[in-house]
C-alpha cells in the first residue's frame, strides 16, 4: 500500500460524506439530537484498483489507478434541532 498522492485526505472526506457512509450512525445518533460527519483523514494509504492481471489496453489503464484503501478517520457530532418547524402563515 502506498501514502503517495496529492489531495487524497480531502478526496476521502468528500467521499464518505457525499456518500453516506455513516448514515446509520446518523439513525441512531439524530435520536439524541446529534449528526456524525467525517472531519479528518490521515494516513490514508492507496492499493491499486485492481488486482486481476490486465487483459487488454482498458484493464492496464484501470489497473494503474490507484483508489484509498486505508484511513484514520476523525469524526464530529454536532448538535441538530429535534423541535418540529413551524411555519409562519
Partial sequence: MQ???KGKNAVVIAL???SQAFESYNEVFSKFGLLARV???ESVGLMPF???PPRN???R???KM???ADAALGLR?????LSPSVTKQ
Avoid at 457530532?77 to 434541532?81: A, E, G, T
Fill in 3 to 5: 501514502n503517495d498522492g
Fill in 16 to 18: 464518505l460524506n457525499q
Fill in 39 to 41: 472531519t479528518e483523514a
Fill in 50 to 52: 485492481s488486482t486481476i
Fill in 57 to 59: 489496453s482498458r484493464d
Fill in 61 to 63: 489503464a484501470n489497473a
Fill in 66 to 68: 490507484l483508489v484509498p
Fill in 77 to 81: 457530532f454536532s448538535p441538530v434541532d
